[in-house]
């Protein structure tokens, strides 16, 4: 292969290593809080940049290598898709990804199995010590749990994508197994990976909870963004209903004052569109806790965000966290008013 045509890098050498180091550091490291002394870790990542690009069998390495981009079809072989990053590098890296992947969580029996199997059929092409090969394996298992830790960080503490935090337990856990025979030629990064690495349950569909956002806004300053990082949710338009701000005694008055609330209930026209909304919304609601979704963003804007919007947006909660139990962060943003209703632990 020209290895020239591989884009970033042509291969895997001691900057893009230090890259992907520094990338666990800031996007993962120093997001979690954990103190660490800086220069002791810089200190173990130039000894991990120096160790690596000179181990062994060296060929195309794919990077990128886990079972999301192995397509089987008709019982053919399989087909590999997604080359973006491969380089010439040291294999071991490739069997690292794909044995270790955080969410495939394989069990120890199956791993053992898929390695035997690789070792095998790589000894049709050259001679391989396995005592060797499996010493050499585990610091580049080592170094792409970090570089998921990585990109699990900046995806989900500085993108705001919640089901990139999700997986970091999985990770965790693979790592805290790994750590169990720790690392001595990185005695600092291993004292500090222990103390991340300390057992966490994965998550699953009955520990997880769903946060319902709701949040009342006006129009004039824009529809609110939504913090979950999954883009969007409901957004309802309260404007066609008959607003109490046209009138004088209402004017300085708010959705949770109850002359508003009578007005509008007398009105009636909010009653019927928040029967829409529930109907909706409850759908919704039902479907994401059967899956385990984390997070579902319901706004109500109205032209201030002062009557209408607040009194749906009020009621809609409460009827969620009455009929679901779920976790609900309610915000009137105009009135810069945050409630947060917390599920009945008991029921």
Partial sequence: MDFSYCYPQPELNRRSILWDLNYFKYC??????????????????????????????????????????????NGEQPWFIDFQGGRKGPVYYDVASFLWQAKANYPDELREAL???YLKTLEKYQKVDEGDFRKRLRHFVLFRHLQVLGAYGFRGYFERKPHFLESIPFALRNLCKLLQNPFPEYPYLTQI????????????????????????????????ADPSGNGGGYVFDCRALHNPGRYERYQKLYGLDEPVIRFLEDDGEILSFLEHVYALVD???ARY???????LSV??????????????????????HQKYNVRIELEHREQSIKTILQPNKQL
């Fill in 193 to 224: 990976l222990q103390r991340l690495a300390e057992p966490t349950p994965a998550p699953t569909k009955e520990t997880m909870e769903l946060t319902v956002r709701i949040t009342s806004f006006s129009y004039k300053k824009g529809i609110p």
């Fill in 28 to 73: 993962y490291l120093k997001a979690t809080g954990i103190n660490f002394q800086e220069d002791k870790l810089e200190d173990d990542f130039q000894q991990m940049a120096d160790l690596l690009p000179g181990a062994g069998i060296h060929a195309f390495m794919y990077r990128d290598f886990q079972s999301r981009n192995v397509m089987l079809k």
């Fill in 299 to 320: 706004c109500f804007g109205c032209t201030g965000g002062q009557h209408r919007s607040v009194y749906a947006a009020q009621h809609l909660a409460e009827h969620l």
């Fill in 283 to 285: 759908a919704s609601v």
């Fill in 115 to 117: 390695l035997h199997t």
């Fill in 289 to 295: 806790l059967e899956r385990g979704f984390s997070n």
